[in-house]
């Protein structure tokens, strides 16, 4: 299988974390990847981050930057990212620089190699307790609605594009769940790997916002919902017919 991603860093004012995260971006899948491109989006900031990515781009010449005129959410980044992807797989990586260098090489080691990577924090306490009550309610969740034990709903993923690209659009926070339990349930096989968290990795999240939040509930609840209506459709599904035995040869 082909190596080849593409990385999603969506950025809404993070103009002093920016850089250091497309940095380790760039390291990682130079050290990792037989190819690979990085796509910054730049989702309506109103501070100096459109400066930065620009320099970045101009660093660079696997970065490309493309900016949204009014923040859309990093559901649109990432569905932005998924459209003009060229390489066969996409992760995205947050521009508020959360994941420790070493994630990302144990992230980027897997592509290809597996179809789907699908990670989890191994120090999860870097986090504030209100944001590990959030991740444990989704990943309880997410192993209930697809049958499949994973450690961790909320944290890096690397999604084969051409299957991503067919998933129900997601502009919210929970694109990742939509696409996740997706393609779990479709049985797309996978890998798990642990990431480390960088400090404060919450210190500059806009996720703990109340529509935010809204928005990622109804997409939990949509995720029980199809599940309920497949193991109605399982349970009540008319019995095969039996075969018809063949003529007796005269």
């Not at 990682?28 to 970045?56: C, H, M, Q, W």
């Not at 939990?220 to 209506?229: D, I, L």
Request: hydrophobic letters at 45%; a positive charge; aromatic letters at 6%.
């Amino acid at each position: 299988m082909s190596a080849g991603l593409t990385v999603v860093v969506p950025a809404w004012n993070e103009e002093g974390r920016l850089t250091a995260t497309v940095e380790a971006v760039v390291a990682a899948a130079a050290r990792r990847l037989a190819a690979f491109e990085v796509i910054v989006v730049d989702d309506g900031s109103t501070d100096g981050t459109a400066a930065v990515a620009a320099r970045l781009a101009e660093r660079f010449a696997c970065v490309s930057v493309v900016r949204h005129p009014t923040n859309r959410g990093v559901g649109a980044a990432y569905r932005t990212g998924l459209t003009l992807a060229r390489h066969p797989y996409l992760t995205l990586v947050p521009g508020d620089n959360a994941f420790h260098p070493s994630g990302l090489d144990a992230v980027f080691a897997l592509v290809g190699t597996v179809e789907m990577v699908v990670s989890y924090r191994s120090n999860p306490r870097a986090r504030t307790p209100l944001r590990r009550l959030l991740s444990r309610c989704c990943t309880l969740g997410m192993r209930v609605v697809t049958g499949r034990p994973i450690r961790d709903a909320h944290s890096l993923y690397v999604f084969p594009v051409a299957e991503a690209r067919q998933v129900r659009p997601n502009s919210g926070y929970g694109y990742h769940i939509e696409t996740l339990s997706t393609l779990l349930r479709g049985g797309v096989p996978y890998a798990e790997v642990p990431v480390r968290l960088n400090p404060r990795p919450d210190s500059s999240s806009k996720v703990m916002r109340l529509g935010v939040l809204a928005r990622l509930a109804a997409t939990m609840a949509r995720q029980f919902v199809r599940f309920v209506v497949l193991r109605r459709k399982v349970r009540f599904a008319p019995p095969a017919a039996a075969p018809v035995p063949e003529a007796a040869a005269a």
